[in-house]
């Protein structure tokens, strides 16, 4: 999950100021125009409904991270699929791997661990899912290793402009624009489904979130398919009242876009209801997730929270792999199936036994419209 904010990036915005520009970095305009022109095929659909699929890509699966193929000036790279990043970016070791400038800009990114320090670099052609786009501002963090595996992360910038179905599971991402489509038509491969009304309590951000129970009380949860476990940060444990049914454990570390590793502890709880979903005695990591995510503004010492309203949990890629998920754009909804398995990953010492961590019942029907 990450964020451009202070100095003259504002935080979480779809649009940056001052140094950084006002035009979108990834021009999502004109490369859904170049996918239009190249994906003609339409996934089964009911009555009127059209699901225009714009695209499909292979996801391939590096433990728990979920990467796919993109170009940069011709130069073939891995990018990480991230919900949980307001924008597209690319890592510094990568931009100068392939021989971008990259230039300095007043501001910073914040996530997990804290904040790194943004430049912006300039691409001549960046290619996804068959569409391509030229002349290209992108946003360059300090944190990755381009040796390693990725060049960066494609975030809501790019994903936030049309329908995605996340089916990591079966290897696959696949894009939509509905035409005439007003409620369960869009889940197109079952009849029984879950469904979760999207929020948006971050008034310039595009995340994915929506609320859900734990414990029995209200959390603000993140879809993020960038972080490869489900967690809840102790902040919104503390506000929410929500308590553990388990001692805490320790977990180890765990690291997002910040320098700093943030420790995890891992316990029960009572039960997470997802919508219609619910899983009972789930194990769950805690964190403080975005406790360094605080900067000094300009004319005071007093350090400030980056984020607006900051998500109580994360259901990360743990949970995507046990479902199979439409984030509905067009509609303000989130709708998931489940396709077997735990799903959420607790440490090895905590393996679950088979039957822990999955829904407690299959689907009973149809939810509310």
Same mark, same amino acid.
């Given at each position: 999950?990450?964020?451009?904010?202070?100095?003259?990036?504002?935080?979480?915005?779809?649009?940056?100021?001052?140094?950084?520009?006002?035009?979108?970095?990834?021009?999502?305009?004109?490369?859904?125009?170049?996918?239009?022109?190249?994906?003609?095929?339409?996934?089964?659909?009911?009555?009127?409904?059209?699901?225009?699929?714009?695209?499909?890509?292979?996801?391939?699966?590096?433990?728990?991270?979920?990467?796919?193929?993109?170009?940069?000036?011709? /130069? =073939?790279?891995?990018?990480?699929?991230?919900?949980?990043?307001?924008?597209?970016?690319?890592?510094?070791?990568?931009?100068?791997? &392939?021989? &971008?400038?990259?230039?300095?800009?007043?501001?910073?990114?914040?996530?997990? !661990?804290?904040?790194?320090?943004? *430049?912006?670099?300039?691409?001549?052609? +960046?290619?996804?899912?068959?569409?391509?786009?030229?002349?290209?501002?992108?946003?360059?963090?300090?944190?990755?290793?381009?040796?390693?595996?990725?060049?960066?992360? &494609? !975030?809501?910038? &790019?994903?936030?402009?049309?329908?995605?179905?996340?089916?990591?599971?079966?290897?696959?991402?696949?894009?939509?624009?509905?035409?005439?489509?007003?409620?369960?038509?869009?889940?197109?491969? =079952?009849?029984?489904?879950?469904?979760?009304?999207?929020?948006?309590?971050?008034?310039?951000? *595009?995340?994915?979130?929506?609320?859900?129970?734990?414990?029995? /009380?209200?959390?603000?949860?993140?879809?993020?398919?960038?972080?490869?476990?489900?967690?809840?940060?102790?902040?919104?444990?503390?506000?929410?009242?929500?308590?553990?049914?388990?001692?805490?454990?320790?977990?180890? *570390?765990?690291? !997002?876009? !910040?320098?700093?590793?943030?420790?995890?502890?891992?316990?029960?709880?009572?039960?997470?209801?997802?919508?219609?979903?619910?899983?009972?005695?789930?194990?769950?990591?805690?964190?403080?997730?975005?406790?360094?995510?605080?900067?000094?503004?300009?004319?005071?010492?007093?350090? /400030?929270?980056?984020?607006?309203?900051?998500?109580?949990?994360?259901?990360?890629?743990? +949970? +995507?792999?046990?479902?199979?998920?439409?984030?509905?754009?067009?509609?303000?909804?989130?709708?998931?199936?489940?396709?077997?398995?735990?799903?959420?990953?607790?440490?090895?010492?905590?393996?679950?036994?088979?039957?822990?961590?999955?829904?407690?019942?299959?689907?009973?029907?149809?939810?509310?419209?």
């Amino acid at each position: 999950m990450t964020s451009c904010a202070n100095g003259t990036v504002k935080a979480g915005t779809d649009q940056l100021i001052g140094a950084c520009s006002r035009r979108r970095l990834l021009g999502v305009g004109m490369w859904l125009g170049s996918l239009l022109l190249a994906w003609a095929g339409a996934a089964p659909a009911r009555e009127s409904c059209k699901m225009l699929q714009i695209g499909e890509v292979d996801v391939t699966m590096s433990g728990l991270e979920p990467l796919v193929a993109a170009s940069i000036d011709g /130069h =073939a790279v891995q990018m990480l699929l991230d919900t949980g990043a307001a924008r597209s970016l690319i890592w510094k070791s990568a931009a100068t791997d &392939l021989g &971008l400038k990259l230039e300095y800009v007043s501001g910073e990114f914040f996530g997990v !661990g804290g904040g790194q320090q943004a *430049s912006i670099t300039y691409v001549h052609d +960046f290619g996804f899912a068959g569409g391509h786009i030229h002349k290209v501002s992108l946003l360059a963090s300090g944190r990755g290793d381009f040796k390693d595996a990725t060049a960066g992360v &494609l !975030g809501e910038d &790019l994903l936030s402009s049309m329908d995605v179905e996340f089916d990591l599971s079966a290897g696959k991402l696949r894009m939509f624009k509905p035409k005439n489509c007003s409620g369960d038509e869009v889940v197109y491969w =079952a009849d029984s489904f879950f469904m979760v009304p999207m929020q948006n309590l971050n008034a310039h951000s *595009s995340w994915p979130e929506a609320e859900v129970s734990l414990g029995g /009380h209200p959390v603000l949860a993140l879809f993020d398919t960038g972080a490869s476990f489900s967690g809840v940060s102790r902040e919104g444990l503390a506000q929410s009242g929500v308590s553990p049914e388990t001692p805490l454990s320790a977990a180890g *570390s765990t690291h !997002g876009i !910040g320098s700093k590793g943030v420790e995890t502890q891992v316990a029960k709880f009572p039960q997470l209801s997802i919508g219609q979903e619910t899983i009972q005695h789930v194990r769950l990591r805690i964190a403080d997730l975005f406790e360094d995510d605080r900067t000094a503004q300009t004319g005071s010492m007093i350090a /400030h929270t980056v984020l607006e309203a900051k998500p109580d949990m994360i259901l990360g890629a743990d +949970f +995507f792999l046990a479902h199979r998920v439409l984030i509905a754009r067009s509609q303000g909804k989130i709708y998931f199936t489940y396709k077997g398995g735990p799903i959420f990953s607790a440490p090895p010492k905590y393996s679950a036994d088979p039957a822990a961590d999955r829904p407690a019942a299959t689907p009973a029907g149809d939810p509310p419209q």
